[in-house]
C-alpha cells in the first residue's frame, strides 16, 4: 500500500500518459482541458453571441468526461491516496522563498500564503488571482489550447504549433519564476 501512497515515479506515470495519448491518436481524439471551457459555453447557448462557439459541442463531450475523472481522482488522490509527502524543494529554494514571506516553504504542499481561504481577503491576493486568471485565459486562447493540451497532446501528435506553444510556455515560466514572482512577493 505504501507503494501506492508514495508519488508515483516518472517510469509508472510517463508511460501510462504515453499509452493514454495513443489510445486518444488510435481515435482520433485529442486531449486538452482549455478546450472543455469552450465545450461548456457552447452547451450554455454561448453561440448565440458569438461565431467562436457554434461547433458540434457533442463531437467533445467525452473530454467533458476527462475534466470529470480529474476532479474525482484528484479528490480521491488527495483525500485516501496521499501519505501527506511533501514537496521536495532545494533548501536555497525554501530560503528564498521564506525571504518572500511564504513561512511554510518545504513544510507544506502548497503555500498557506497563497492557497488558504484566509488569502482571498487579501486584496493583494485577489488582485494576482483576478490578473492571473485574465492572463492564463488570454494565453490559452491565443495560443488556441494550454499547457496540457500542447504539451501533452499536440507534442505527441507531432504539431509544430505545439513545440512552440510549448517553447513559449518555458520561456513565460522562467521569467515568471525569476523576475516577475520575485518582484510581486518582496
Not at 485529442?30 to 467562436?52: E, Q, R
Not at 501519505?83 to 502548497?110: C, H, Q, R, W, Y
Not at 481561504?117 to 488571482?129: C, M, R, T
Not at 492564463?136 to 507534442?155: K, N
Request: some cysteine; proline content about 4%.
Amino acid at each position: 500500500m505504501e507503494y501506492i501512497l508514495n508519488p508515483w515515479p516518472w517510469y509508472i506515470s510517463g508511460p501510462l500518459i504515453a499509452l493514454v495519448m495513443a489510445l486518444l491518436l488510435y481515435f482520433e481524439k485529442t486531449f486538452g482541458m482549455s478546450s472543455n471551457l469552450k465545450t461548456m459555453c457552447a452547451i450554455g447557448g454561448a453561440g448565440k453571441f458569438s461565431d467562436f462557439f457554434k461547433f458540434n459541442w457533442k463531437e467533445q463531450s467525452w473530454n467533458l468526461v476527462v475534466v470529470l475523472g480529474a476532479i474525482i481522482g484528484g479528490f480521491i488522490a488527495v483525500h485516501y491516496l496521499s501519505n501527506d509527502s511533501i514537496t521536495d524543494l532545494n533548501p536555497k529554494t525554501v530560503t528564498e522563498l521564506k525571504s518572500m514571506g511564504f513561512e511554510n516553504s518545504g513544510a507544506a504542499l502548497v503555500p498557506n500564503e497563497l492557497y488558504d481561504f484566509e488569502a482571498l481577503i487579501s486584496l493583494k491576493n485577489l488582485l494576482i488571482l483576478i490578473i492571473g486568471g485574465l492572463l492564463v485565459g488570454f494565453g490559452t486562447r491565443y495560443a488556441d489550447g494550454c499547457t496540457s493540451g500542447h504539451a501533452i497532446s499536440g507534442l505527441s501528435s507531432l504539431q509544430k504549433p505545439s513545440l512552440i506553444a510549448v517553447i513559449g510556455f518555458f520561456i513565460g515560466g522562467l521569467i515568471m519564476a525569476n523576475l516577475i514572482f520575485p518582484l510581486i512577493f518582496k
